[in-house]
Each structure stands twice: as C-alpha cells, then as structure tokens.
C-alpha cells in the first residue's frame, strides 16, 4: 500500500513543480513515506534523516517530510525531537500535501497535519490520474480496519474502516487499463471488508474483469472473518481472478488466536480452504504468521507448524512477536528471544521447503507467465505465474505485458526458470 500511496503522492506533488531525482545530494526535496507494521520502524526514520543531514552537511538544508503511519503514530513527538523535520503528514492526508508545502515554503513553518479524512483524501485523488501505472497495478480500494487484532497498529494508524466509491474504483481501473495494466492488484488493510453501499470485492472483481486490457486480478490483504460465500462464488464465476488466496492466519492455535483478538478460528480458516479447493484445486493459499505471541507454548506452536504442513502454504511471510507502543499486546510478557528465534527458524524451514516442493512440481510443465520486464542485464524476460512466483526465461522485449506460455526447466525455492514455448507455425525474430 506504501508503493501506490508514494505513487499518488508523487502524482499530487508534480502540480507544484516536484519532480523524482535518482541522485539524493541533487534533490531539494527528501520526503520519507514510512511503514510502521516492522520492528524499530520510529528508529529507522532517525537514523535515514541522520544520513540526510550527512549528505546536506555542506549544502542547502533540503525540505524534509516524513509521511505514512509513522508520521501518523509519533506525529507531534517527531518535530520535538528531530528539528530537522519540516513536515510530518499522515496516511488520510496527502491530498493536502501540496497546500502544506506552499505554506511551509511561505511561512517556514514547521506543520503536522494527521487528521484521519479519508472521504476528502480519495475525493482529490480521483481527480489526480494514477500516471504509475505498471504492468501489474496497485489500486487502493479500502483503507483502515476496525479489527483490533491486539497486535495491530492500523487500526490507530490507519483509522476506522473506508471503502472508496465503487464508480471512483472502477474509473482508476479503466484509466490503468488504457495505460497499460495487465493485472490489478486490489488493496486494502482489510481489503475482503469492502463495503460501498452495498457493493463488495465481488462486485469489483466482476466488473474489472469487464475492462478487456485486464488479464488478472489479485487482492491483497484479507481477513478470514471477511471470506464471504459471494467472494469464495467469484473464484468460479470469474476468469481472471488468481489461483492464489493470500489470507493471515498468523497461528495455527485457537488459544493464540482468541489472545491476538482475531476473531476468527482454525476450522473456519479450513472450512473456507476446502470450499476453495472444491471449487478448483490449482487454487492455492499464502499466509502470514506471528511466531512467539505472549502466551505461545510447544503446543501453541506445534498446532501452527502443523497447519502450514496440512495446508501447504506458499509465498508466506513469518515474523517474530514484536510489542507495537499503543497497542494492547504491548503490555503482555514477551516470550525469550532464544525460543522465539528456534521456533521462527523451524517455521521458516517448513514454509522454504513447502516453496521448494510447490516449484520443483512445476518442473517440465508448462505455465502461462506475466511478462513485466527485461531482466537486469538484459538478457531475458521477468514475469510472474498465476501464484505469484517469479518467473525467468528466454523472452524479448515484444513479450513485456503479454501472457506467454513457458516450460519450467529449473527452480530454486523463489524462482522458476524456463523456456518460451514457440508454436509450431510461430515465426521467430
Ligand atoms: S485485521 Fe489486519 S489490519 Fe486489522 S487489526 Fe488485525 S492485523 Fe491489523
């Protein structure tokens, strides 16, 4: 979500003559979109402005904003402690960004806006084109969460639930299409929650599907509370939806999930697998997981270790229990960093080799690839399966945005490589 919002707010800063520079010492402006779901992420905030003022040490004082859910959480307490900050904006107020910089260049000001508007903020951005449009796309359709998970910053960060205008949405998706998208990619912190009177995920799915530019279509991030009959429905109505489900479960123990506040339980996460499964067996499911939440015991996480064994996720994410300030999970007895660290290192182990295995069976298949980009030197082709995985073979430059059809010759646990299929009558260049 942070790579499309510095997209727009890129999009929005062009207005007032702001521009990208690849070289830092050239620019006049530094701005700083954080996230603050990872571990130390206030720190890592000092310690990049601290290179900042390295570089500027004998140059002209560039303006300095720190936008995002840091700049959200610390607000106030940022320009206390670090003068060298002019500008602190959180996620629900970029579309004033612009208005903030003028006033800063005016008046000198050092400003704080973090008021949580995202109806105004979605209301500007419709009117600013999405001019970083890719191959494969981000578009905003939701934001906040009304959750709590116990562990859980967003809430606070990222405020109450908001779903964007169904027609906002389906305008963006047809400018993107025009320009060039071949995949959306539909985000939300609770994306599954989507709600605008009315109409759901589901409804947005089917109708993208419409735009004929459109190959795929993926969502991300969803609450298994919020996998509803209608969205498990679209993976049979719909022809572009991908065969990958990314939905958190982050433990494998009832006990742990009561704790975290999760409001959801193991067998209704399997209830939804198996009607997904049903539906179409290539569909295949990736997760997230807390390893070491207060309270985690050796059956806490043995019951986890199973359920990635039982479920074969793929592509997931692991983290060790980190206390967010704020948060309700914060005030709980942490778990000695020694068992943390065994027990992440085998849940790893298990989600690698799930990778490998998922990988290695594609091996002398064929599979329909994505074609994003030359790889770096070249020499090839990048794109991505219908799983997310990437994929590396022998195409050219006319293959970038098409689906091409490849065998996988070899695979290690994040790649797949192959070779172009070429049928029989295909003229090649
Ligand atoms: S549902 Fe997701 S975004 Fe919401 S509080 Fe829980 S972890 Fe955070």
């Given amino acids: 979500m942070n790579e499309y919002d510095s997209n727009r707010i890129y999009d929005t800063v062009k207005k007032i003559g702001f521009y990208k520079t690849e070289k830092y010492e050239d620019a006049n402006c530094y701005l700083l979109n954080t996230c603050h779901i990872r571990d130390k992420a206030k720190e890592k905030v000092y310690h990049e402005i601290g290179r900042v003022k390295k570089i500027f040490r004998s140059k002209k004082k560039p303006l300095v904003i720190i936008t995002g859910c840091v700049a959200q959480a610390e607000n106030q307490e940022m320009l206390k402690r670090e003068p060298y900050i002019d500008l602190i904006i959180g996620p629900q107020s970029y579309h004033k960004i612009n208005d903030k910089i003028l006033d800063h260049i005016d008046n000198k000001k050092r400003i704080e806006e973090t008021e949580f508007d995202a109806i105004s903020k979605f209301k500007y951005l419709s009117k600013i084109k999405n001019e970083i449009g890719k191959i494969s796309s981000f578009l905003t359709i939701q934001e906040g969460c009304d959750k709590f998970c116990h562990f859980c910053v967003v809430p606070y960060t990222r405020g109450p639930e908001y779903s964007r205008p169904f027609k906002q949405i389906l305008d963006e998706a047809k400018y993107l299409s025009e320009n060039g998208a071949k995949e959306i990619i539909l985000l939300g912190q609770n994306v599954n929650a989507y709600n605008n009177e009315g109409y759901k995920l589901a409804d947005l799915i089917l109708e993208i599907e419409k735009f004929p530019q459109i190959e795929r279509i993926r969502y991300t991030t969803s609450h298994p509370k919020d996998m509803t009959e209608d969205l498990i429905e679209v993976y049979?109505?719909?022809?572009?939806?991908?065969?990958?489900?990314?939905?958190?479960?982050?433990?494998?123990?009832?006990?742990?999930?009561?704790?975290?506040?999760?409001?959801?339980?193991?067998?209704?996460?399997?209830?939804?697998?198996?009607?997904?499964?049903?539906?179409?067996?290539?569909?295949?499911?990736?997760?997230?997981?807390?390893?070491?939440?207060?309270?985690?015991?050796?059956k806490d996480f043995n019951s986890t270790l199973d359920l990635i064994k039982k479920i074969k996720f793929i592509n997931s994410y692991s983290f060790l229990f980190s206390p967010r300030p704020g948060t309700v999970a914060s005030n709980l007895k942490i778990i000695s960093k020694k068992i943390l660290i065994e027990r992440l290192e085998i849940i790893q182990t298990q989600l690698f080799q799930n990778q490998i295995m998922m990988n290695k069976s594609l091996e002398n298949k064929t599979i329909n690839v994505l074609v994003e980009n030359l790889t770096e030197d070249k020499t090839e082709v990048f794109g991505r399966?219908?799983?997310?995985?990437?994929?590396?073979?022998?195409?050219?430059?006319?293959?970038?945005?098409?689906?091409?059809?490849?065998?996988?010759?070899?695979?290690?646990?994040?790649?797949?490589?192959?070779?172009?299929?070429?049928?029989?009558?295909?003229?090649?260049?």
């Avoid at 719909?238 to 123990?253: A, C, T, Y």
């Fill in 385 to 429: 399966s219908e799983h997310m995985t990437s994929v590396i073979f022998n195409g050219n430059k006319s293959d970038i945005g098409k689906i091409i059809p490849v065998k996988i010759k070899t695979s290690n646990r994040s790649t797949l490589f192959g070779e172009k299929i070429i049928k029989p009558n295909q003229k090649v260049a």
């Fill in 236 to 298: 049979k109505d719909s022809k572009k939806i991908m065969p990958l489900v990314h939905l958190p479960i982050q433990s494998g123990s009832n006990k742990i999930l009561k704790l975290m506040n999760r409001k959801h339980n193991i067998s209704e996460y399997l209830e939804t697998f198996n009607k997904l499964k049903e539906i179409n067996s290539n569909i295949e499911f990736s997760s997230d997981f807390i390893i070491g939440y207060p309270g985690e015991d050796e």
